[in-house]
C-alpha cells in the first residue's frame, strides 16, 4: 500500500505529554512536539469511549507512518493535541497497517 500523498498532508499540530497530576491539580504539560505533515478531518460523530461514556468526536488527525514527522511518533490517550489554537482530547488510535508494518494512525479527537 502507497502512503498517504504528501500534497494531501497539508495540516500541522502540536502533540502536548502531560506529567502526573498533584491532589487535585491540572496535570502539568511536560513536552510539546511539533506534528507536521498530518491530515486533520473536522468530523461530528458521536463514540462511546473505553469507560463506556458517550463522547462528541470534533475531528480526526492522520499521521502517516512514511510522511508524517517526527518519524515513529508514538501518541498516547493521557496526550492532548493543539490545532489552530484549539486544544482536544484523544479519545482513541487506531493503528492501521499494510501486508508488512503500520501504514498510518488515526486519532480520535473531542474538544
Known amino acids: 500500500m502507497k502512503p498517504i500523498p504528501k500534497n494531501l498532508l497539508i495540516h500541522s499540530a502540536y ?3 502531560l506529567g502526573e497530576a498533584e491532589r487535585w491539580e491540572e496535570p502539568p504539560e511536560v513536552e510539546w512536539k511539533k506534528l507536521s505533515f498530518i491530515r486533520y478531518e473536522p468530523c461530528s460523530t458521536l463514540r462511546l469511549s473505553k469507560t ?20 515513529n511518533f508514538d501518541f498516547s490517550e493521557t496526550d492532548k493535541i493543539e490545532i489552530d489554537g484549539q486544544r482536544y482530547n484523544i479519545v482513541s488510535i487506531k493503528k492501521h497497517y499494510d501486508e508488512k508494518k503500520l501504514h498510518h494512525v488515526e486519532v480520535e479527537l473531542c474538544l
Open 15 to 17: 502533540a502536548i505529554k
Open 52 to 71: 463506556n461514556e458517550q463522547v462528541q468526536l470534533s475531528a480526526v488527525l492522520f499521521y502517516d507512518c512514511y510522511n508524517s514527522r517526527p518519524k
